[in-house]
């Protein structure tokens, strides 16, 4: 295999790299119960996708503290 001839400077390897960009990840309301989930996912809040529940969320009940 080709090996370069000389190392690329700092400067053009950052310059190569200018687009390598964490992309902010895009949330919509859900229309059950108004939480921001991903698109096309499964409420996470709910357990609702396209209008039907397909995931049934159990709620965690909080303990009491006894003194």
Known sequence: MPLPKRKHSTAR???RRTHWKIKVATLTPCPQCK????P???CLACGFYAGRQVVEIKVKEKKKKSR
Do not use: T, Y
């Open 13 to 15: 390897g950052r310059k």
């Open 35 to 38: 939480q921001l989930k991903l």
């Open 40 to 42: 096309h996912r499964v």
